[in-house]
């Protein structure tokens, strides 16, 4: 059974800032929060796919850093695979998200994380406080 590989971007800003998204469905996860990414594509490198998905949702050109974590668990079936990113270019804008926020690091649970990304942020914090 070949597992679809789903990539996300934790964008963060040199303020330490993460870019947090709210999703706007499947009805089952709207109004969670979770990082930015989408569905690698037949033939598509993850990192292509990431870069391609945030200028899709965000309408920004990131640049892809270190790989945060191994595979993480979704549904079954979905794997997620997860990078720091920076942005290159661009303002991002919720185009296919309810809202965006940045969060600062005391703020970096004030959002309904989805249960996916919540150990996802957990890893993120450690790393971005170790720097």
């Known amino acids: 059974m070949s597992v679809i590989v ?3 971007a934790v964008i963060v800003d ?3 800032r993460v870019l947090a998204a709210q999703r706007a469905e499947p009805p089952a996860l709207a109004g969670g929060w979770e990082f930015p ?3 690698v594509d037949p033939g598509e490198g993850e990192e292509e796919a990431l870069v391609r998905e945030c200028r899709e949702e965000l309408g920004v050109e990131i640049a892809v850093g270190e790989r945060v ?3 993480w668990p979704l549904s079954p079936g979905y794997v997620m695979r997860v990078w720091l990113a920076a942005l290159a270019s661009g303002t991002p804008e919720a185009r ?3 809202a965006l926020r940045w969060l600062a690091p005391d703020e970096y649970y004030d959002v309904d994380w989805l249960g996916a990304d919540l150990p996802v942020m957990k ?3 450690s ?3 170790a720097d």
């Open 14 to 16: 040199p303020d330490g």
């Open 37 to 39: 990414g989408g569905k």
């Open 123 to 125: 890893t993120v914090e």
């Open 127 to 129: 790393i971005l406080l």
């Open 6 to 8: 789903v990539v996300a």
């Open 96 to 98: 296919e998200h309810m």
């Open 69 to 71: 974590g191994g595979d």
